[in-house]
């Protein structure tokens, strides 16, 4: 049974995703341990990529600060390892297919497996192409999570129907990045999903208070939450962790 | 040459984001509606023809020849194209494909500004509204081709992320498409990108290789022994291969910019230096490091001045049908000069590399070989920049 499923049995589930390395990281380890402590159901962890085509500018600037530290593939599988010693809630990586494919999908995925990832979200990798991975991650047991976009309409039900962990399920049209409003009609979108599997469903993109988060993990399984959580990076710098801490704890609080 | 998952050998594919994958699926079967509607390829023809001025002209080039003393040399005259160079072919097929499905604005990103031009043409013509990726860096290199564009009516963007070049206009492109899709159309300017892109655009171009044959066969009664064009993503370089990749007898040349040289890290010479990956909607080669992030490509040349090359080149590399070869940049600004002052023909400077590379190869030849250049665009956008290259300030 896939270890993700943990996550989503304390209530709804919240979901942070921090960039590896931003600004360094030994800050990304605090911060990960203060999302767990503020109560942080599931970490994504962002491996860098020089371009995230996926992504708005606040995520693409904590890629480019990441990178500019001298972030490597390597280092984030280092930073796992030393994670692992006290954090037990399921943990995934967020990143580009080329990071995956350039490392050697054999290699990269058999680590994650060793070194306690549970799963693997890559954002320009769709339905039509994921066997480029698939079979690595089902030898080794790592899920490779499906992402669903307000787009998708009568291709919902085929990737649920094959999803596994977790769903990604995509808020808006566009690149990620706080949103005042998200008007997609995610309730018709979850509907379809829940007929056709049992895998739990996320949502993200766009989500930044505390109100977005209750309302969008009111229509699902959970909320994540990706550059809101960058942008306190960005501000506090190595003072961050404990900022986010607090952020976590109020946005695992709304939606509880 | 294409399997039906849009893949040329390995290569190719739609690595994209689940948001787009609908788009790409409507546009593949628009296409292949559209390819072969009657009405479609005769308003197309009509555009070609009597719009964008083709056939375009295969011109003996007979001072060359005879200064370089060996094969026949014949210029493949796309930059007697309206507006410049061969990028209209493709933007006009586009264009009108988009607008029978019904869509109403085109983006599009460019690097040395001849696609943006090109694709804000097309929307002029057609009543379309039309913005435009460009690297802040090209923007400043091609300045008279961005007052063109907003000339025609068109929004260009300034790109500052990344290299601020034509790899990032790519990726702000994908993302403004991701953002927009009901009623925007990605007018995507090379043989790259996700299925159906490479396909789509190497069809539109191939009229250049269709065209070469017949009139090389009037001409001479025979096909040429070489065809040579310059490889960024590589649209007019398919275009003037497609049609004689069946003849194996005919050598196909890939001129990629290589900068400063292959062994320095200015380059942009994908097949040379680069390696396998996945980018951009695609699996090709790509200038990248060992952790497959993406290399900070360069070349004199905006239009070549990309980390990656389209997934038929790949495959044509793969299987040894075509040969690529790197030009550097002081090999590229001495052909356009040499063009300039032996033809009366300013080349691009994109094309420039596919003549430096014909300077090299057509003195060793035999005087009854026969070669090609594809003259992808003229080269007025480009006097400022070679003027200070060659240290000579210049307002334009």
């Known amino acids: 049974m896939s270890n993700i499923k943990k996550a989503f049995e304390n209530g709804k589930a919240f979901i942070p995703f921090i960039t590896c390395g931003d600004p360094d990281l030994e800050t990304t380890a605090k911060a990960v341990r203060a999302a767990v402590k503020g109560g942080a159901d599931l970490i994504e962890l962002g491996i860098p990529f020089s371009d995230p085509t996926a992504e708005g500018p606040v995520i693409q600037g904590a890629n480019i600060r990441a990178l500019r530290g001298g972030v490597t593939t390597d280092k984030v599988f280092e930073l796992v390892k030393e994670l692992r010693r006290d954090v037990t809630v399921p943990m995934v990586f967020m990143t580009y297919a080329n990071v995956v494919f350039s490392y050697g999908s054999e290699k990269f995925i058999s680590t994650c497996k060793e070194i306690g990832i549970d799963g693997l979200i890559i954002p320009d990798l769709p339905f039509e192409e994921k066997d480029e991975f698939q079979p690595v991650c089902d030898k080794y047991g790592v899920d490779l999570i499906s992402l669903i976009a307000p787009t998708s309409h009568e291709r919902i039900s085929m990737i649920a129907k094959q999803a596994q962990g977790f769903i990604y399920v995509v808020s808006s049209l566009g690149v990620t990045g706080t949103r005042s409003e998200i008007t997609t009609d995610l309730g018709a979108i979850v509907d379809v999903i829940r007929k056709n599997t049992d895998v739990p469903c996320a949502i993200g993109f766009g989500i930044s208070t505390p109100e977005q988060a209750k309302k969008m993990a009111a229509l699902s399984d959970g909320a994540i939450v990706g550059s809101a959580i960058i942008k306190i990076l960005e501000k506090y710098g190595k003072d961050a962790p404990e900022h986010i801490g607090e952020y976590v704890k109020s946005m695992k609080d709304a939606i509880r | 040459m294409t399997n039906p998952n849009g893949r040329f050998g390995i290569h190719g594919g739609q690595y994209i984001p689940e948001t787009l994958m609908n788009a790409v699926i409507e546009l593949e079967k628009a296409y292949n509606f559209y390819k072969n509607d009657e009405q479609f390829n005769k308003e197309l023809s009509e555009l070609l023809n009597d719009y964008a001025g083709r056939p375009s002209r295969l011109y003996f080039a007979k001072k060359m020849t005879e200064d370089l003393g060996g094969a026949k040399i014949y210029l493949k005259r796309e930059d007697l194209n309206h507006t410049g160079a061969h990028k209209i072919n493709n933007v006009l097929g586009q264009a009108l494909l988009a607008k029978k499905m019904g869509k109403t604005r085109l983006i599009a990103e460019t690097g040395a500004g001849q696609h943006g031009v090109a694709t804000a043409t097309a929307a002029a013509l057609m009543g379309m509204q039309c913005v435009v990726f460009m690297g802040e860096k090209d923007t400043k290199r091609q300045a008279l081709n961005v007052y063109r564009m907003r000339l025609l009516g068109a929004e260009v963007i300034p790109v500052t992320t990344g290299t601020a070049t034509l790899k990032d206009a790519v990726s702000e492109a994908m993302r403004e498409w991701t953002s927009r899709i009901d009623d925007t159309h990605y007018c995507l300017g090379s043989v790259m990108g996700p299925h159906p892109f490479p396909t789509i655009v190497r069809d539109f171009q191939a009229v250049i290789s269709k065209e070469i044959k017949q009139q090389m066969l009037q001409k001479e009664g025979r096909l040429p022994d070489a ?49 396998l990956g996945i980018f951009h909607g ?9 952790y497959g992030q993406i290399a900070p490509v360069y070349s004199i040349s905006a239009g070549l001045d990309y ?43 994109e094309s420039s590399h596919a003549v430096a590379h014909a300077l090299k190869i057509a003195p060793t030849m035999d005087k009854d070989k ?17 003027a200070r290259y060659r240290g000579e300030d210049i307002n334009e």
Do not use: W
């Open chain 2, 227 to 275: 065809v040579l064009a310059c490889v960024g993503g590589g649209s007019n370089a398919i275009g003037s291969f497609y049609h004689f990749i069946e003849n194996k007898e005919v050598a196909l040349i890939g001129c990629e910019a290589a900068g400063r040289g292959v062994d320095t890290f200015e380059t942009a010479a994908t097949i040379a230096t680069g390696k």
């Open chain 2, 307 to 349: 980390p990656g090359v389209g997934p038929e080149h790949a495959h044509l590399h793969d299987i040894g049908r075509a040969q690529y070869v790197p030009v550097t940049d002081d090999e590229a600004v001495n052909a356009f000069e040499y063009l300039s002052r032996t033809e009366g023909i300013i080349p691009a400077i």
């Open chain 2, 370 to 386: 026969i070669i090609v250049i594809t003259i992808s665009g003229r080269g007025d956008k480009d006097c400022a920049a070679i």
């Open chain 2, 282 to 290: 695609m699996k090709s080669y790509f200038c990248q490091d060992e």
